[in-house]
Nanobody, 121 residues
């Protein structure tokens, strides 16, 4: 199996910064896209941003210019640097990875259990 474990969530004041990390472990042949989604209370899960194995990143309009995704392919780890945080960024943030466990297996989506980010006004 492939496990994704997030870390770095917590409570921060509006205007502050947090950095989330997500490490993939287990039997991994390759990982393609990695990224972050979030789900605020009472809302659907939404894409925050995604980064390809070639380090091309795309972001939701709501976080462009404030959030930055990066990855360390050697460590199978993806990061989310969040600056200028707003109360509306409060959500559970989920790590995502698309990859395969063996050279002959198909790509699958994997998810972390989530980490809570709370931004106070």
């Amino acid at each position: 199996q492939v496990q994704l474990v997030e870390s770095g969530g917590g409570l921060v004041q509006a205007g502050g910064s947090l950095r989330l990390s997500c490490a993939a472990s287990g039997t991994i042949f390759s990982i393609n896209d990695m990224g972050w989604y979030r789900q605020a209370p009472g809302k659907q899960r939404e894409l925050v941003g995604v980064i390809t194995s070639g380090n091309l990143a795309n972001y939701a309009d709501s976080v462009k210019g404030r959030f930055t995704i990066s990855r360390d392919n050697a460590k199978n780890t993806v990061y989310l640097q969040m600056n200028s945080l707003k109360p509306e960024d409060t959500a559970v943030y989920y790590c995502y990875a698309a990859g395969r466990r063996f050279s002959w297996s198909r790509d699958m989506d994997y998810w972390g259990k989530g980490t809570l980010v709370t931004v106070s006004s």
